[in-house]
T-cell receptor, first 115, second 111 residues
Framework: DGGITQSPKYLFRKEGQNVTLSCEQN?????MYWYRQDPGQGLRLIYY???????QKGDIAEGYSVSREKKESFPLTVTSAQKNPTAFYLC??????????????FGDGTRLSIL | RKEVEQDPGPFNVPEGATVAFNCTYS??????FFWYRQDCRKEPKLLMS???SGNEDGRFTAQLNRASQYISLLIRDSKLSDSATYLC????????????FGAGTRLAVHP
């Protein structure tokens, strides 16, 4: 079955620590995205990548970093510079949607909390 | 003003009821529109795309009014399993597949 796999489901970060969230997809999608969801709020875009070896900042990129070395993988690092990291992190992928009506498909998320 | 606005609810309805959600968006050049469903503590899942002429998928009907910049979702014959948060999602004009998510409308269907 094709899909998006995020790991771990739950993650705890100590102060000053960087942590990395994994996102792997086997849908053969070129575009991948990272969102953050806080209670009662809509999803906010952190970073996105339209193609391998390229990525762009979203609306709230400060304190985060990404890489896109393989089409299937788009890991997100939450650095110690992100002072309020507690949130539900969602990875998504899609066919690049220029001019098209392309929905995004989501992994089942990682919940990050501060210890 | 938020780019995509929804009534947060909750909408509490009995089984079998018809319920409608509205959503407004601020960017008149927006190109694509979707409704996603999100269960408690789960990821959003695509419910349906919204087309200019309106579209139906079983008990669900979506409408788009570009002149007034609003989107609606109608659920007929509500089931207990319809209880979830419904996210209105808009793709503004632009060169990549950026989506703007509303905060969601919560629906609770009771026996």
């Amino acid at each position: 079955d094709g899909g998006i796999t995020q790991s771990p489901k739950y993650l705890f970060r100590k102060e000053g620590q960087n942590v990395t969230l994994s996102c792997e997809q086997n849908l053969n999608h070129d575009a991948m995205y990272w969102y953050r969801q806080d209670p009662g709020q809509g999803l906010r875009l952190i970073y996105y990548s339209q193609i391998v070896n390229d990525f762009q900042k979203g609306d709230i990129a400060e304190g985060y970093s990404v890489s896109r070395e393989k089409k299937e993988s788009f890991p997100l690092t939450v650095t110690s510079a992100q002072k309020n990291p507690t949130a539900f992190y969602l990875c998504a992928s899609s066919i690049p949607g220029q001019g098209g009506n392309q929905p995004q498909h989501f992994g089942d998320g990682t919940r990050l909390s501060i210890l | 003003r938020k780019e995509v606005e929804q009534d947060p609810g909750p909408f509490n309805v009995p089984e079998g009821a018809t319920v409608a959600f509205n959503c407004t968006y601020s960017n008149s050049a927006s190109q694509s529109f979707f409704w996603y469903r999100q269960d408690c503590r789960k990821e959003p899942k695509l419910l349906m795309s919204v087309y200019s002429s309106g579209n139906e998928d079983g008990r669900f009907t979506a409408q788009l009014n570009r002149a007034s910049q609003y989107i609606s979702l109608l659920i007929r014959d509500s089931k207990l399993s319809d209880s979830a948060t419904y996210l209105c999602v808009v793709r503004p004009s632009g060169g990549y597949n950026k989506l703007i998510f509303g905060a969601g409308t919560r629906l609770a269907v009771h026996p």
